[in-house]
């Protein structure tokens, strides 16, 4: 296990280029090399011996003629050999004159209607020693230069028998300096003996004999070898021997190569074929050029095969290669705070998977980033507001204490003249200024933001007395919401001082807080809506856009504020609207998520919940 675990860890550590390397070398190359060779091996053994095959088979066809010609002519031997007419003609006396009118009318015809018949015999001579006969046609009287030829004297040792004799006698005429035949020679001795010598030659077709050997030139060099090893007929060109116009070169002394796959067969078991043999040279060339197409078909295979395989190779390699490089770079400029993406076409495997990964895990991680910067960035800005509200405050005020002993010293001389409407201002004003000077917490509920408000209205109520009318709608299931604080008096101190102030009838305020679903989200709407003279159109859209700006303008403070602090609480889940209509009202609306505000919990606890 231990020892697998070690191997696992060495090839691990191998770069992935040299991997694919290696798969290449060892589960492509070589496979395919060892494949093709024993696939060449096989192939050669075949093509071996399909040629071998195909030289027995052309060996056999040309014995096959050769034999059936040499039958041919045994056949037409008997057929001569038993002629009686033949005999009786050969045999008589003729005078002078005479034998021409027997030769034109019988003997011409019976012997040479065998030439018709058998086109694979040259000739058909009958030698005899009459010599009361003309010599001419197929009909030769014997001389002494016949009884000197070497064919004449081999019938004589073999005492009638049919024989196969080949022999070379000088060309009269045509071209070559020899012509070679190939003869079946026997005695005509069937009837009557002694009074004349008769022989039979049948002269074989040699230029027949020659093209047949020939024709199996593309695989075998065919030899004729009578029974004293002589080279008789062949498909090759020989020479005689040296100077001797009748002797054959043995087939011994031929330039071959003995080694050689020779096909050595008789030609048969007939007494006139008997030692006579058909020997087969095969073509080693032609099995050499089989074997050697057959070689460069698998090596052109072999390497149209590595070809395709290392082309593949190197384009997959190419693919992971890169991209893997791409993906390894990136996440080493991860240690440097560098999160770019990776751009290029990922894929559809699992590296392109994890390039997708990778690049989803960057966006959020940026987004992340931006998102804690930005609530820092909330955070302080919010800290900002509110000591930057504490001091608006403070800068409004002369001197706290000295205000608060005013007031007190104001509501002790309203007690003692029963002065009973100034009294409750005064406790409202005096309540008003505490809250306001006592910055504590950010977020207040709505029933103590409502109070704070409605402290403010009764201020209001005893300035404008019968001319000023609010109203509060609240629904009871939102007073523990928690909000900003100072989210809602300024807009209703905006309301009375650019509203109502301006009309001459009575102003009404109505402040109302409920609960208001969009999206199926159920979310906390907060309005204030008084009737007084109006804003343009043109005035409402410049409030808009100076709601973005950090410059503050006069006569838009109270509602830039709210905004700013719902901005910074909210983000972008709050909706502000400012609807107004020249000379009946303005409405001033928001809309915050309860979700976000439902728990009791400070404004840190509220950073840590969007973290």
Same mark, same amino acid.
Request: charged share 30%; aromatic share 12%.
């Given at each position: ?507 009404? @305020? %109505? ?5 208001? *679903? +969009? !999206? ?5 709407? $907060?309005?204030? =809506? ?9 005035? @409402? %859209? ?5 709601? *973005? +700006? !950090? ?5 838009? $403070?109270?509602? =830039? ?51």
């Amino acid at each position: 296990m231990r020892l697998r675990l070690r191997i696992f860890n060495k090839i691990d550590d191998i770069p992935i280029n040299i991997k694919f390397i290696l798969i290449s070398i060892f589960c492509i190359i070589i496979p395919i090399l060892t494949v093709n060779l024993i696939f060449l091996n096989s192939l050669s053994k075949t093509v071996r011996e399909r040629e071998e095959e195909n030289f027995k088979i052309s060996y056999e066809r040309a014995k096959t003629d050769i034999v059936n010609v040499i039958r041919e002519s045994v056949a037409v031997s008997h057929s001569i050999y038993t002629d009686a007419d033949i005999y009786r003609e050969l045999d008589r006396y003729y005078e002078k004159g005479e034998y021409y009118g027997v030769f034109i009318s019988s003997l011409r015809e019976r012997a040479g209607r065998y030439l018709a018949i058998y086109r694979n015999i040259s000739n058909i001579t009958i030698y005899t020693s009459n010599k009361t006969i003309d010599s001419g046609g197929h009909f030769i009287v014997i001389d002494d230069k016949i009884r000197e030829s070497p064919w004449y004297k081999k019938n004589k040792e073999v005492e009638g028998k049919p024989i196969l004799y080949a022999f070379v006698e000088p060309r009269e005429y045509g071209e070559g300096k020899f012509k070679e035949f190939l003869s079946l020679i026997r005695t005509m001795d069937g009837y009557q003996r002694g009074m004349h010598d008769r022989v039979l030659r049948i002269d074989i077709d040699t230029f027949w004999i020659r093209d047949t050997l020939k024709r199996e030139d593309d695989y075998l060099s065919l030899y004729i070898v009578d029974n004293e090893g002589r080279v008789v007929l062949s498909s090759k060109e020989y020479i005689y021997e040296d100077n001797n116009a009748y002797n054959f070169i043995n087939f011994d002394n031929l330039p071959l190569n003995k080694d050689e796959l020779l096909l050595d067969n008789r030609l048969g078991e007939a007494s006139y074929m008997k030692n006579w043999r058909l020997i087969g040279v095969p073509n080693e060339e032609k099995v050499y050029m089989a074997m050697k197409q057959s070689r460069n078909f698998i090596l052109l295979l072999t390497f149209i095969s590595m070809l395709v395989s290392g082309i593949l190779v190197w384009i997959i390699l190419s693919s992971y290669n890169y991209r893997i490089k791409r993906l390894s770079n990136h996440i080493s400029k991860f240690g440097d705070g560098q999160l770019d993406l990776i751009i290029l076409n990922e894929g559809k495997d699992e590296i392109g998977q994890l390039i997708r990964k990778f690049n989803k895990m960057a966006i959020r991680i940026n987004n992340l980033i931006n998102d804690i910067y930005k609530l820092e960035v909330q955070k302080r800005d919010l800290e900002l507001e509110r000591v930057q509200a504490e001091i608006n405050f403070l800068q409004s005020q002369m001197n706290p204490h000295f205000l608060f002993n005013t007031l007190n010293a104001m509501l002790i001389v309203s007690v003692k003249n029963n002065y009973t409407e100034i009294i409750d201002v005064i406790k409202y004003l005096s309540k008003t200024l505490r809250r306001l000077l006592s910055w504590k917490d950010d977020l207040v509920t709505v029933e103590e933001e409502i109070c704070f408000t409605e402290m403010y209205l009764k201020i209001e109520k005893f300035r404008f007395s019968e001319k000023f009318k609010y109203d509060i709608l609240i629904d009871d299931d939102v007073r523990n919401f928690k909000i900003p604080k100072m989210s809602i008096q300024p807009l209703v101190e905006n309301a009375c001082k650019h509203g109502i102030q301006s009309i001459k009838g009575q102003g009404n @305020i %109505t402040v109302e807080v409920k609960f208001y *679903e +969009e !999206d199926f989200e159920k979310n906390l709407k $907060i309005s204030v =809506k008084d009737n007084g003279i109006g804003i343009l159109e043109e005035k @409402i %859209t410049e409030i808009l856009m100076n709601l *973005e +700006e !950090d410059i503050y303008t006069t006569g838009s $403070i109270g509602i =830039k504020n709210v905004y700013r602090r719902l901005k910074l609480y909210y983000g972008k889940g709050f909706k502000f609207f400012i609807q107004s209509e020249r000379n009946k009202g303005t409405n001033v609306s928001f809309i915050i998520p309860v979700e976000s505000k439902l728990s009791d919990t400070t404004h840190e606890k509220h950073i840590q919940k969007m973290l």
